[in-house]
């Protein structure tokens, strides 16, 4: 039988984490012939509706599910680790300032990448929901210099997986057939979907759209307003479908791109596409065993690189911003 995969997931009894723990204990996350022990982190205050969840984890008698383990210490709940899904953040509350929400989140996410650095498996990968998330992703990495770079990701796999359903409604193509769609630089308002490499079909998707004026004024703004119009609609945040990016997120990185195609992961950048070395930014990746490299050579157009290089500035001013709070 399989050495089981450890797997930590922070904010554990959160609505993400509501729709993700199940998913990951049933094998959704690794493999349907994986078995997984999990390992919850949260803040004291949610350790009562953890248990609650482990209970309900428990009910559900999952064959692959070795083991639930519930902490509010990071040097417990990292032990070990294999896979580290680091959904729990501070919320931007009304009237917080930039700064003050990276702050908080420097008193987060620099902690738990100490607890990576000393305790997490050598193979550990980790991947960073909770927002801001490329610069949360920054400061664990920060913190943990003994793990190799690459292994600090952020998730974008949401917005991926919206701007592919957007332009399969706009094209009537099922969403399997858009393939090689790009999500480009932070995963906030400024990201950019790009789809002048994407294929519908097999068939060029730009061509196939030919409306810049529908790009720009449609579909870039609803794929990056997608989370305030479920908000407005739900009354709550769009947790299953961001449990379900998490999901599709690791799964790739651990079992592979499809030939032909490609994903978006927020990753480090090693100077690609004019992208700042060490800024963890989005860009089209392939997979395979367990490493992922950035797909090279694509022609970056005006339209694209406009947009590329505002996400990019963004990023920027967010590092220097939890540099200068002594973060990095
Ligand atoms: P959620 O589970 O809904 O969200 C958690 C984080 O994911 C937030 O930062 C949220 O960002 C982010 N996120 C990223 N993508 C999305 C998306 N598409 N839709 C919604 N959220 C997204 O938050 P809850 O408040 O329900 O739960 C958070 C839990 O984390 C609480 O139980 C809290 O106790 C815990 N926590 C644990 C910590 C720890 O383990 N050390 C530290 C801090 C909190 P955004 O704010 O932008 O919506």
Not at 37 to 53: D, H, N, S, V, Y
Not at 174 to 179: A, D, H, L, Q
Not at 211 to 225: G, H, M, Q, R, S
Not at 319 to 324: G, I, K, L
């Amino acid at each position: 039988t399989r050495t089981p995969v450890n797997v930590t997931v922070t904010g554990a009894a959160g609505q993400i984490g509501y729709a993700l723990l199940f998913r990951i204990a049933s094998g959704h996350l690794l493999g349907a012939d994986v078995p997984v022990k999990l390992r919850l982190l949260e803040i004291p205050q949610g350790l009562k509706a953890a248990e609650g969840t482990a209970m309900e984890l428990e009910d559900c008698a999952f064959p692959l599910l070795q083991g639930i383990d519930i902490s509010d210490d990071p040097n417990v709940a990292f032990d070990g680790a294999n896979v580290a899904l680091l959904v729990g953040a501070r919320p931007r509350t009304k009237g917080m300032e930039r700064g003050d929400l990276l702050e908080a989140n420097g008193g987060i996410f620099k902690p738990q990448g100490k607890a990576i650095n000393d305790h997490a498996a050598d193979d550990i990968k980790v991947l960073v929901v909770g927002n801001p998330a490329n610069t949360n992703a920054l400061i664990a990495q920060a913190a943990a210099p003994d793990v190799p770079r690459e292994r600090f990701t952020a998730m974008t796999r949401l917005d991926h997986n919206r701007a592919i359903s957007q332009l399969a409604a706009k094209t009537g193509a099922p969403v399997s057939e858009i393939k090689k769609l790009t999500i480009w630089g932070n995963h906030s308002a400024t990201q950019y979907p790009d789809i002048f490499h994407a294929t519908v079909a097999g068939k060029n998707a730009a061509e196939i759209v030919n409306d810049e004026k529908w790009l720009a004024e449609n579909f870039i703004p609803t794929v990056a307003k997608r989370g305030a119009a479920i908000i407005e609609a739900r009354g709550a945040s769009s947790a299953a479908s961001a449990a379900n990016a998490a999901i599709d997120h690791v799964h790739t990185w651990v079992n592979g791109t499809a030939d032909g195609d490609w994903t978006s992961m927020g990753i480090p950048s090693d100077g690609s596409y004019g992208v700042p070395e060490g800024l963890i930014s989005s860009f089209p990746v392939t997979t395979k065993d367990g490493r992922y490299e950035i797909v090279q050579g694509l022609e970056v157009n005006d339209f694209s690189r406009e947009r590329i290089n505002a996400s990019v500035k963004e990023l920027e001013e967010e590092r220097e911003a939890v540099r200068a709070l002594g973060l990095l």
